[in-house]
């Protein structure tokens, strides 16, 4: 039965017979709760949960569990969690030390399988403890007291097979325990009590970790581990220097052709593609064929734990089409397909500040022109060929565009009076021959033209000429 004592002879009695005579009744599980006695007492009949505030009056039954066991008795904060075994199997129970205060959190193995919880431990508001189901076999759960509250944490060793999860230590703002996974061995991991926060904190590549002691000391864990060169011995786990942890970004592959490109994600699951930084409706596959220009990215969401992006891979807005207009020779303007962003270039280089989609030419040379779309250029357009005379210096230019050409040619000549064409090879063959008149534009066939370079001659009231015309 349950006696009480003050140390001494005189003050040492019979607190309560809970079995009337000389039934006997074990008591197991004593526990101090808010200055009363919480304790199992197992009679013949089955096993109850008692309190006592050290009086015979104050000596009650709170919960009758008829044959069902009761263990692992913990005190966390204004209740005490417990393992309780009833019609349901041995699942977790709370309670405050009422009747009505006592209850099982959640059938977490259903019907009548037990999920056998231990090593109940406080962290925050909530409450980790090991248990047991079919599915995942024992790892780490938490529970805020409720059935709604209560979930897994981590399926450490996936699958049915068992996580061997033990030694939950509250350290600072984490939990630390022992565990393996099935293929790494034993390890130390840590968690704050979300998946994303429960992973292994100790490489074991040179170690073989055992699970015979696990003392919290200050910052520090001291454990067991087996090395080849120094057998069995103590070793010491510094928590203020846990690792990161973060799930590695995903790599976007390229694939298909440049007119149909095809994306790909090394993570087989969990993607999410992203158009300039805007989730994309339903594109969670592993592939994903891209619709329109922009920046695309993907991240990836394992078990709710999210990446950062990946890299960025560009898809191209379509080659725009440069045009000119000579309507004043003196000051010509060119004017790109595309209405958006754009960037016009002068010999290859990119003009700073030419942006829009026109842009007044101040000098001779190639101007080419690309489509910008959130940060990703199309090819450069062909290039408009401007050309002014090396004998004299004024502001009026030859036109010549495109350049290269594949089918016509379009050239104007500058000046009001009497103008000549000629266009010759490198090596010397006259192609082209023209007598006209400046201010005009003539359209030069040259479908018939090799691939390759070509000499162009102007002359007129202006001055004389010289260009190159790349056939394609």
Known sequence: EVWVSD?????????????????NTGIY???????????VAQLTNGNQLWISDGTTAGTSLVYDFGFGWLQSMTVIGSNVWFYGEDNNGAEPWITDGTTAGTHRVMDVNPGSASSLPSNFTALGSMV?????????????????????GTSLVWDVNY???????????????????????????VNIWRTDGTDCTTYPVTNTDNLVLTTDFFI?????????????????????????????????????????????????????NGNQWYLDGVAIDAATNKHYTPTEPGKYTVKVNISGCESAPSNAICVDPPQPTASLNIADPSAPLLTSSFSGPNQWFLNGTAIPSATTATYQAAAQGDYTVE???????????DPITLLVTGLERNSKMALMYPNPASEVVTIY???????????????????????????????????????GLYLVRVKSSEGIYYGKLIKR
């Open 128 to 148: 980790l403890f090991v248990a047991n189901t079919n599915s995942t076999g024992y790892e780490l759960w938490r529970s805020d007291g409720t059935g709604q």
């Open 413 to 451: 000549l500058p000046g009001t009076g009497p103008a000549a064409l000629q266009i010759t090879s490198v090596d010397g063959r006259l192609m082209e021959q023209q007598q006209s008149s400046g201010g005009q534009t003539i359209q030069i066939p040259v479908q018939h033209y090799g691939a």
């Open 7 to 23: 140390g001494t002879l005189l003050g040492t009695q019979l607190l309560k017979d809970i079995s009337p005579g000389s039934d």
């Open 159 to 185: 699958g049915p097979s068992h996580g061997s999860i033990n030694y939950l230590t509250k350290i600072g703002s984490h939990v630390y325990f022992m565990a393996n996974d099935g293929v790494h061995g």
């Open 29 to 39: 599980w004593a526990t101090e709760f808010n200055g009363k006695l919480l304790f």
């Open 371 to 381: 489509a910008i779309v959130k940060g990703c250029p199309s090819p450069p357009s």
């Open 216 to 268: 919290p000391l200050g910052d520090n864990i001291l454990f067991a581990a087996l090395s080849p060169a120094n057998g069995t011995e103590m070793y010491s786990y510094n928590t203020t220097q846990d690792p990161a942890f973060a799930i590695s970004p995903p790599v976007i592959t390229r694939g298909g052709t440049p007119d149909a490109p095809l994306f790909g994600s090394n993570f087989f």
